[in-house]
């Protein structure tokens, strides 16, 4: 085998380096940081465990546990995160209760809004909508106690699985449904209300892609009791659809809707018979 020319490598060299100096993260991060989201759902969903707890003592111990692995998972983030990580992993430890909570309600709002589930079980097991946004709550606690990539690693891991990207910054209230889900997006700054419902396709972002605006409100607003069909685009920070409003499939809004509003776009669509048409064809491309 012929050997590389030193000299021709060691700018590269120097780079590598230099780039492994200014960028260092311990290299198991990321699948940490997965590991210990499974371990959060096995934990709060009995659907993915094969461990079985008899006791509370067993529940308590968990938690501790959970909470000295959350505690090794910040300790790999080294000098990119000062804070006191057993005060960070404690805060959230706290939430686990109100999470599990807010979830079950996640998953009985999709079961009572979807007439193909036959029970809540399905929903939790096979469900990408509800996959989704159990990660999402998860990513989305750790993002408000200001923990750096962990939960943007986590919130694109749901991206890989499901098809459904929705940033850990976004405030999401509950109950939340999203059905099928192949391709939505929602932005950081997005805030959601109690009871919506999203379909497949739809995009919740912004305007324009500018990094001045990154501490800008960039994302719509979508009130209580919105539903929002397949494929609807919604962009804008200053863009707010009302209570109870419905958007219809395939529009494209960039101002404010007002409550009680239904939003659809129209197009025309014929039906004609195939016979006694005189070779009088329509062809529309």
Sequence with gaps: MKLLNHNNYMHFAKEILEKRKTHFYNAPLKNESIMFLENIITFLFPHFSNKTYYYEED??????????????????????????????????????????????????????????????????????????????????????????????????????ITGIDIHPGAKIDSPFFIDHGTGVVIGETTIIGKNVKIYQGVTLGALSVDKSQRKKKRHPTIEDDVIIYAQAVILGGNTIIGKNSIIGGNTWITESVPPNSIVYHKNEIRVRSTENINNNYDFII
């Design 59 to 160: 529940i308590i111990s968990k938690i501790q546990l959970l909470k000295r692995d959350l505690i090794d998972l910040l300790n790999l983030l080294n000098n990119h995160f000062e804070k006191d990580v057993e005060n960070i992993a404690t805060k959230f430890i706290e939430q686990l209760p109100d999470l599990h909570s807010i979830l079950w309600k996640d998953a009985e709002f999709i079961f009572n809004g979807d007439p193909a589930a036959e029970n809540i079980d399905e929903v939790i097991l096979a469900y990408p909508g509800f996959m989704a946004i159990l990660i999402y709550r998860i990513s989305h606690l750790l993002y408000q106690l200001e923990v750096p990539i962990i939960p943007r690693i986590l919130t694109e891991h749901a991206h890989q």
